[in-house]
């Protein structure tokens, strides 16, 4: 049993696999357990090394009932607790077992991620509900008689209902683009027409907030691979915001550059650049800017029609285009988004 066979199968297993006797003794280890129990693990008794009731539990039901046990082991080592799922499987040679730990924290990480969104989504969307129920009722009884107060109602029941729809399509995009970030866009894609044409569709929202487009190296070629949807996409969330949180009658400022090496990309780039003259943004915001629904003052993101996925939306089509998205800002003086794509 414990023959050179065994041994070879056990060290071409990718997971940490311990082979004990019906005594509990460890027989037998591979690399991945001997790294995560130690070297001095040969020889122990398995109850004493691995110490959790669940799991000594599922080893019972191995070596005495002869049958698969499975519990959670829990191991805490310098970089802190890991889950793995344990199992317990009965060798009838030796009245033994094989025990066995896959590594569940990377699933569990991202079971917890997706829980977190799903009740972000209940939340955000429950606002606007509860607003619009609110209005109805209104409408219903005290405005019933109020002509006045009944546009003032309807408008703002029509400026929910539009941000709702809003979220539900930014949800569609984000899942669309998420999808897809994996496959490297093939397209060979203009930059400079992508901003040209993003801005041609701003002009109503420009013109709405008194803002101007001061555009440097839009009107020559600026060559990527791309996905031109999508940059136009990541433009138009950009720019909005630079409109939104840049203030009134200011200037947005939209530069494209070619860089000759990137440091963080290591190669030829064009760099976009959307600058606003606004306040700008506290640095502790910077870090956590593009995570789903972050946004620095809820109620000012809620009035101006905000969903909080349009940076989160801008930082997967920059990932998907291979490429990287830099922050900057100073108080007092604005913001600046740039977008820096690999030349090819
Ligand atoms: N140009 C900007 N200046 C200042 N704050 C900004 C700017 N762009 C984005 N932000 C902040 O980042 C947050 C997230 O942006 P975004 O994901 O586009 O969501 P939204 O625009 O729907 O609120 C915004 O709520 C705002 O607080
Ligand atoms: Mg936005």
């Given at each position: 049993m414990e023959g050179e066979l065994t041994r070879d199968i056990l060290m071409g297993l990718p997971l940490p696999v311990l082979l004990i006797d019906s005594s509990y003794s460890v027989l037998a280890l591979n690399d991945p357990a001997r790294e995560l129990f130690?070297?001095?693990?040969?020889?122990?008794n398995a109850v004493t090394l691995l110490r959790q009731a669940a799991v000594l539990a599922a080893m019972d039901a191995a070596i005495r009932d002869g049958q698969d046990g499975n519990a959670r082991f829990i191991h805490s080592g310098i970089s802190g607790e890991i889950t793995y799922m344990f199992r317990a499987h009965p060798v009838a040679s030796n009245g033994g077992a094989v025990l066995s730990f896959e590594d569940r924290s990377l699933f569990e990480d991202s079971e917890l991620i997706r829980r977190d969104f799903i009740a972000n989504i209940s939340h955000e969307l429950r606002t606007p509900l509860t607003s619009l129920r609110g209005f109805i009722e209104t409408l219903r009884t005290?405005?019933?008689?109020d002509p006045e107060a009944r546009e003032r109602f309807l408008q703002i029941m029509e400026d929910e209902a539009q941000r709702m729809s809003r979220m539900v399509a930014d949800l569609l995009s984000l899942s669309r683009v998420e999808a897809d970030e994996r496959v490297r866009p093939r397209d060979e894609v203009d930059l400079a027409a992508v901003l040209r044409s993003a801005i041609a569709t701003l002009e109503g929202k420009l013109k709405n907030a008194n803002v101007k487009i001061a555009a440097?190296?839009?009107?020559?070629e600026a060559l990527v691979p791309g996905d031109r949807d999508q940059l136009i996409q990541l433009f138009l969330n950009l720019i909005e915001n630079a409109i939104k949180y840049g203030g009134s009658d200011r200037t947005i400022h939209v530069e494209v550059q070619k860089v000759p090496?990137?440091?963080?990309?290591?190669k030829a780039a064009w760099r976009v650049d959307v600058r606003d003259e606004g306040e700008g943004i506290d640095p502790i915001h910077l870090p956590r800017?593009?995570?789903?629904?972050?946004?620095?003052?809820d109620d000012r993101s809620r009035q101006k029609?905000?969903?909080?996925l349009g940076l989160a939306i801008v930082k997967h089509i920059v990932n998907r285009h291979r490429g990287r998205l830099k922050i900057t800002s100073e108080q007092g003086i604005g913001s600046c988004f740039s977008s820096i794509f690999p030349a090819e």
């Open positions: 130690g070297a001095e693990a040969q020889g122990m005290t405005a019933r008689d440097t190296g839009i009107n020559d090496r990137d440091p963080t990309l290591r800017l593009t995570e789903r629904f972050y946004r620095i003052d029609g905000g969903t909080g």
